[in-house]
């Protein structure tokens, strides 16, 4: 163990945790990362390419090495961050992305080949023979890329999403923000202070700094303590604020469990959607590092990290008695210096490439030199430092090394506002922010401890002040800002590989291979070599990318160009995004009046659309649906069958201009309906194709019911109120959708009128009283207000009988009961299909969007007297000349079924797209036929009866003659539905 | 310099001296042939083909910003030929020939791998929608077969099958479908087309047309005047800016369309999967990475990002599909804007203007038709003909009535 | 994305459907012909930058909006009852 004194860990309460199969123990308080550290633990991982092995680089959410496979089992994660993973008794973790083991990965061969697998060598490549990429390189490329993998098994947790709003969300919880919080949370506006990391202080928990000459963590602790006692304040820790949306919309996810060895009765996460009316963006800064030969050893890793973990963690990154050497290019590496010598860490040398360097301590100090390569495959031995001209190897267990930092712009860039470059703080800073954001603290350069809480207070002063908050200067505590001077430094010359990007494996030598290739700008320069596109998206290596491109083309950075960021600033689990609407809660489900009592008679159901319908209701002694359903159809032809026909749209249309309004948005002319009566409807689209069919019922003057399919439900209604409030304000006409206010069930079948004459109160059904095409508004079963349509789907005589909807299943029950001895039927979607194909009529197939009124034999309902929605542009010459026609298909041989898709063709023609003659768009078995019957389009259709076609299902290698007939195999004189 | 292997290996133990840049970066000329506006996958495309094909070699693409850095360089990679309408489905198995060699004629490794498609469905109608249109993709010689639900299982056993909300019944695949790595289409265009002696003018926004007596001669563009026997428009995303220029109103909309990729992941899903019940679909990249898509944001906008609930909505779906996908992180989110056209297919013609030609209206489904698109689009450049697989996209087909509507929801473009 | 409704205040975009460009609602007079209703179908001037567009409110109170927004930066600059509007402008 090479623990240290002091730091933020609870030494009272060890937690036992294994790695790839060994078992450690680290503390309550300790990151994975910190743990590993803690245990000697220095090769963590193999890099994404070449399989270099690595060790842990950060202390944060940068990490590019340190990627483990966390937990086991449905709940493995991959590609997990060992620096932002809690510690927690149990904890199992896998590194991953190697053959072998991790000490001998058989990968490990790409490094030696790695001449060969320069920038974009596959594009180069690969290309023969060609049947060689999906057989042989492919898989084998596949199989050495990717990182971590899935368990292939279902997300076990559960996960929510929510709502939040407040005046001032403030991202990141360090000096900057907390400032901000505080000025915000006393000044009484709702404030939501967000931090990825498990508890709040940021850097101020890294560092030896000391606030009011105490530690800094007294400070953060009595803060939090304050604003967890405002109501109008919402703490989340371990909340990370991914992506900033429009109008001050924010998502973040809160891991809620993820510290936890299972969530228990938890979601594991939430998904927060924060709705903010202002921001104040404290996101703090990632270091970056200075690239050289052969800096990607396991034991070298930034400088502020290696603080963090020392402060923090209390763990130093090597065996006591082993040195540390810094690397740096400005003052901050030699706080790492100071902080370790302080907890008694031996520092072999500070390796400052100034050659003016000041010295802060009693440390060894080399200025003017750089490290120039290194020593230790699965961990550091040695650097060599080059000096005045002089190389000389130094043995040390690890390196520090401090490059500047970067200030984290991300989400000040998701709305495309790009970072400018700022010379004094050698970084790029935000820029255009997205409405409502202020930047403050280490993200906008000002990364001392004073300057950052000054700013942060400004920032929600200046945010708060938009909002009239009388947000007034709270008293910060005594700080100091540590010295940030620094000489610019992007990397060091040599001719080995120097990595830039280390878990994609990008050196310098890839980007000045990229610059000869001619991909200089910065997106080309990305996507050739793959810098920023690992898990880590770059953020420790694009601004060091950017700096050698420029130092290449001999251009400054700005020149160079920059790069925004999208969502998301770090990586979020699928499942969360998902929330928890899996499996059958994918989409809410929608029952008909009926379904309980439909369930209770053993019907299968089937979704349409948002509804679940009855599909069929078998009885004992069926063992295949297709006797069900022709029992069905066969009792409505013969007697009497119910279906509920509830999902139908329904809307209500009243005013003293309703018949002129649905003039205008039916093709056909419905202002002459008489009271009483019903039409059946076409309505068009605006382009002239049919758009929905139903029914048109005039209850009284000034009252229409419009129906609609089902699937169109919602779209007619909305066209309707469309046409209502856009096309003519100024009609007295009001809509309402009354869809689910009205259970309705479809009475079928010769025996209907008997069956409805038991339940109507004293209402005279005779066919002189209430003809084909009637309705009317009256009472059933004493005293329930009803209506009654008498329309027919099926060919039969039919009605259809309307309830409040709370009394449709009593309704359904009522009929089943009253209709006993006449053989009454509860018939299902299937035989609803069934019954509508019999008889010619269209339905989803036919009215796909796609035909139009002529198609369907019906061109000469759209008006020619009046203007509705439609009727101009049904003329156009495309439309017009359309001679496909809705036509009946026999099937020759009877017992064959016509499959719906078959393309039709001549009897005899060559087959292709040019000689199709059409499609069938439904078939089914007719038990009235007895054979197989379909519906389709045919080219002059209705100018080929008798004719036999091809239908062509080359897709399952199969072909059919089918007889051209009218659609009507049913009563096509229409005898029946009028009797 | 040709790319092989070999030369891999050479420079490899050459210290990579001898590499080339992939293309010049030339000054425009005072006038070109034909001037192409879009250094996009269809831009690029079509000056390869107009120099390959039909020996125009005096040409100039004009990119405003790098190239590439269109819709070719944020989709989904996706390659397939499964259209149902006899004006799409003939163009798009052209295309897919196209790209069966187009590592070979370009001598570039884009990365084609017919990995396969598989549309799923859930209920009889949509089986039945799908089997006219497998029928059409085999009358256009594009093949595909229907997979029942004991095939999918076996192919795809980690699909969600027993506890969904719309129970997967089946599937169309088209096996020759697959995925391509999109930068590398612009880029192996691009030095195609630049080893063929096209100028490819990086950082050049076009800025108007110079239209003489109905002629067009030139544009006017941010590094000077350029004339131009022919202009092409190739800048879908943007043609109703481009356009308005010329004074057009186009029959198109602009909106974003979201698309999403994971971190790296070792292999997991096979080809492509689309999710018919759900605003969903998937393939997996060389890397590893799931590259996942939906529904269109849904509102006109020319922002190049989205928002969350769409986000949302494309991981409920991706979610209820394959829950095993959920402890994977998505990495990286972008947004592209679409010519979304009002019957969603798109336009290569002329137009009323003499010399000036456009190619728009790709709405999403642009990357796949890449080197069919400047195939066809060079040939009507350099013939005044259309192809004879995109006779179909006409401007006037909109006034005339002769739409192609795919999904038939009419002239909304946010719902194509 | 939030949209200020001139009855309900800010609500979610989520509530509501979205139709297009709000030229939608100057239909040509049927004697205008079919060249005028070919233009008013499909031909959008679709602008990067200020747009008004047809928004409904199908999850709150069913009224149309008539919404000015920028498509380059999703900012809304204001909205109004489509009613309202149609019958001011006409």
């Known amino acids: ?796 005589l039919a009605y259809e009988v309307a309830v409040p909807a709370r009394y449709g299943q009593a309704l359904m029950a009522r009929l089943m009961e009253a209709g006993a001895d006449l053989g009454v039927t509860p018939y299902g979607t299937e035989a609803l299909g069934v019954l509508r194909t019999e008889k010619g009529h269209a339905a989803g197939a036919e009215l796909n969007g796609q035909t139009t009124a002529q198609m369907l034999g019906l061109g000469r309902m759209v008006s020619a007297k009046k203007d509705s929605i439609g009727a101009i542009m049904s003329r156009r010459e495309g439309l017009a000349q359309d001679r496909r026609r809705l036509v009946g298909l026999k099937s020759c041989t009877p017992e064959v079924q016509i499959p719906a898709g078959a393309h039709l063709f001549t009897k005899g023609a060559t087959q292709s797209l040019k000689t199709d003659q059409g499609w069938v768009t439904s078939a089914c078995y007719s038990p009235h036929v007895g054979g197989y019957i379909a519906l389709g389009f045919v080219e002059n259709g209705d100018r080929r009866m008798g004719e036999i076609l091809t239908a062509a299902n080359p897709l399952e290698g199969q072909s059919f003659e089918v007889e051209v007939t009218s659609a009507h195999f049913v009563d096509p004189e229409g005898g029946r539905l009028r009797d | 310099m040709k790319f092989s292997g070999f030369k891999v290996m050479q420079q490899a133990l050459t210290g990579h001296r001898g590499w080339a840049p992939l293309w010049r970066n030339p000054e425009p000329k005072p006038a070109y042939d034909v001037v192409i506006i879009g250094g996009g996958g269809h831009g690029l495309a079509t000056a390869y083909y107009l120099a390959s094909n039909f020996g125009i070699t005096n040409v100039a693409v004009l990119e405003k910003g790098w190239l590439g850095s269109g819709n070719i360089g944020r989709n989904t990679t996706i390659i397939r030929s499964n259209y149902l309408l006899p004006g799409n489905q003939p163009f798009y198995e052209f295309s897919m020939k196209l790209w069966e060699s187009q590592e070979q004629d370009l001598n570039f490794n884009s990365m084609v791998s017919q990995r396969s498609i598989i549309n799923l469905f859930h209920t009889d109608g949509q089986r039945d929608a799908y089997r006219r249109r497998g029928n059409a993709m085999h009358l256009s010689g594009a093949g595909g077969e229907m997979l029942s639900q004991e095939a999918l299982r076996e192919k795809l056993p980690f699909l969600n099958f027993d506890n969904a909300r719309f129970p997967i019944k089946g599937g169309l695949i088209q096996s020759r479908a697959g995925t391509a790595r999109h930068d590398g289409v612009a880029w192996g265009y691009a030095r195609a087309a630049d080893q063929r002696g096209v100028d490819l003018i990086q950082n050049c926004e076009v800025t108007g047309f110079r239209i003489e007596g109905g002629q067009v001669t030139g544009v006017e563009t941010t590094r000077g005047v350029i004339g131009a026997g022919k202009v092409g428009v190739a800048v879908a995303g943007s043609s109703s800016r481009v356009m308005e220029i010329a004074g057009m109103r186009l029959p198109i909309e602009s909106h974003v369309l979201q698309a999403f990729v994971s971190e790296g992941l070792k292999p997991t899903i096979p080809g492509v999967i689309t999710f018919g019940a759900g605003h969903f679909y998937v393939s997996q990249s060389d890397k590893g990475g799931l590259v996942f898509g939906g529904d269109i944001d849904g509102y006109n906008s020319y922002a190049q990002r989205g928002n969350l609930p769409v986000v949302e909505d494309v991981l409920e779906g991706g979610m209820a599909l394959m829950p095993m996908i959920g402890r994977a992180r998505l990495l990286r989110a972008w947004g592209g804007v679409m010519d979304m056209s009002m019957d969603g297919s798109p336009i290569i013609d002329r137009t009323h203007i003499d010399g000036l030609y456009l190619n728009g209206g790709w709405c999403y489904g642009g990357f796949k038709a890449t080197p069919a698109s400047g195939y066809a689009f060079a040939h009507l450049l350099a013939t005044d003909t259309p192809h004879e697989t995109a006779t179909a996209f006409r401007l006037d087909r909109f006034a005339r009535g002769y739409v192609i509507d795919e999904k038939g929801v009419g002239a909304q473009p946010n719902l194509h | 994305m939030l949209i200020p409704h001139p009855l309900l205040g800010l609500r979610d975009a989520q509530e509501f459907t979205y139709l297009g460009d709000a030229s939608l609602m100057s239909r040509p007079a049927p004697e205008a012909g079919e060249a005028a209703f070919c233009d008013y179908v499909f031909l959008r001037d679709n602008p990067a930058g200020v747009h008004r567009e047809l928004w409904f409110h199908e999850q709150g109170d069913r009224s149309w909006l008539v919404v000015t927004r920028d498509t380059v930066t999703h900012e809304i600059l204001g909205a109004e009852l489509a009613s309202d509007y149609a019958r001011s402008s006409s």
């Not at chain 1, 309550?28 to 963590?44: E, F, K, M, P, Y």
């Not at chain 1, 609609?708 to 959708?737: H, K």
């Open chain 1, 1 to 796: 163990m090479s623990r240290l004194s002091g730091g933020l860990i609870d030494r009272d309460t060890p937690l036992n945790f294994h790695f790839n199969g060994r078992s450690y123990q680290g503390y309550a308080g300790d990151t994975l990362a910190s743990a590993l550290i803690a245990n000697g633990v220095r090769l963590v991982g193999r890099s994404f390419k070449y399989h270099r092995p690595r060790g842990i680089f950060t202390a944060g959410s940068e990490e590019p090495n340190a990627l483990v496979t966390l937990r086991e089992g449905a709940r493995a994660e991959p590609n997990t961050r060992a620096t932002m993973t809690e510690l927690f008794d149990g904890l199992v973790a896998r590194s991953q992305n190697h053959i072998g083991s991790l000490e001998h990965d058989l990968l490990a061969v790409n490094d030696l080949l790695s001449p060969f697998l320069a920038a974009g060598f596959y594009y180069k490549t690969f290309m023969w023979p060609r049947a060689f990429w999906e057989k042989l390189y492919e898989p084998a490329i596949r199989r050495a890329a990717g990182l971590g993998a899935l368990s292939m098994e279902p997300d076990p947790d559960a996960y929510d999403k929510g709502f939040l709003h407040c005046d001032l969300l403030v991202i990141g919880g360090g000096a900057a923000g907390l400032a901000a919080a505080l000025t915000a949370g006393r000044a009484g506006a709702r404030v939501i202070l967000a931090d990825e990391d498990s508890r709040f202080g940021g850097r101020l928990l890294a560092e030896s700094d000391t606030l009011n000459g105490a530690p800094a963590v007294d400070w953060v602790a009595a803060v939090c303590a304050e604003l967890d006692q405002m109501p109008n304040v919402r703490l989340m820790s371990r909340t990370t604020v991914f992506g900033a949306y429009d109008h001050g919309i924010y998502g973040a996810v809160e891991r809620v469990a993820d510290h936890l060895p299972t969530p228990g009765a938890c979601v594991r996460q939430t998904l927060w959607r924060i709705t903010a009316r202002r921001t104040v963006l404290a996101a703090g800064a990632t270091e970056r590092h200075i690239p050289f030969a052969d800096n990607d050893r396991p034991g070298i890793m930034l400088a502020g990290a290696m603080r963090a973990y020392a402060n923090r963690w209390a763990v130093s990154p090597v065996p006591a008695g082993d040195k540390v050497a810094i690397f740096t290019n400005g003052d901050d590496g030699h706080r790492t210096a100071l902080d370790l010598i302080a907890k008694g860490v031996r520092v072999s040398h500070v390796i400052d490439t100034r050659t003016d360097a000041p010295r802060f301590g009693d440390y060894d100090l080399l200025s003017g030199a750089t490290v120039t390569g290194s020593r230790g495959r699965k961990g550091l031995r040695a650097i060599r430092v080059a000096q005045d001209g002089r190389e000389t190897w130094h043995i040390v267990g690890a390196l520090a090394v401090a490059g500047g930092w970067n200030p984290n712009v991300h989400l000040a860039s998701h709305h495309r506002g790009r970072p400018v470059w700022d010379e004094s703080a050698l970084a790029f800073l935000p820029h255009n922010p997205p409405m409502g954001m202020v930047p403050a603290g280490a993200c906008v350069g000002k990364g001392g401890t004073a300057e950052a809480l000054a700013d942060g207070m400004r920032a929600a002063c200046a945010a708060l002040a938009e909002l009239d908050f009388s947000a007034k200067p709270i008293s910060l505590p005594e700080a100091q800002n540590a010295s940030a001077a620094q000489a610019p430094y992007w990397h060091v010359p040599g001719t080995r590989r120097a990595w830039v990007d280390f878990q994609n494996d990008v050196t310098v030598k890839d980007i000045a291979l990229a610059h000869k290739e001619n991909m200089r700008s910065v997106e080309h320069l990305k996507r050739w070599t793959t810098l920023g596109m690992a898990t880590d998206q770059g953020k420790t290596s694009n601004v060091s990318a950017l700096a050698v491109m420029a130092e290449i083309t001999g251009a400054t950075i700005p020149e160079t160009g920059t790069t925004i960021f999208r969502p998301p600033y770090t990586g979020v689990a699928l499942s969360v995004l998902g929330g928890g609407d899996t499996g059958e809660h994918f989409r809410p489900k929608r029952l008909t009046p009926t379904h309980g009592w439909a369930k209770a008679q053993g019907a299968e159901f089937v979704e349409v659309g948002p509804w679940m319908r009855a599909q069929y209701f078998s009885r004992d002694g069926e063992t295949h649906w297709r006797q069900s359903v022709d029992r069905e159809v066969l009792a409505v032809r013969r007697d009497v069958g119910l279906c509920d026909v509830t999902t139908l749209g329904k809307i209500d249309v009243q005013g003293t201009d309703a018949g002129e309004f649905l003039n205008r948005v039916y093709a056909n002319m419905m202002g002459t309906l008489k009271v009483g009566m019903v039409r059946y409807g076409l309505m068009l689209r605006e382009d002239g194709h049919l758009f929905d069919d139903g029914t048109c019922a005039r209850l009284a003057e000034d009252h229409y019911v419009v129906t609609s399919t089902t699937a169109n439900a919602g779209a007619v209604y909305r066209n309707m109120e469309f046409a209502r409030q856009c096309l003519w304000p100024d009609l007295d006409v009001q809509l309402i959708s009354t869809t689910d206010a009205w259970a309705q069930i479809a009475v079928a079948g010769p025996k209907s009128r008997a069956l409805l004459q038991r339940i109507v109160d004293g209402f005279d059904l005779s066919n002189e009283a209430f003809p084909f095409m009637a309705c009317a508004e009256l009472t059933i079963c004493k005293g329930l207000r009803a209506r009654l349509f008498r329309i027919s789907f099926s060919g039969e």
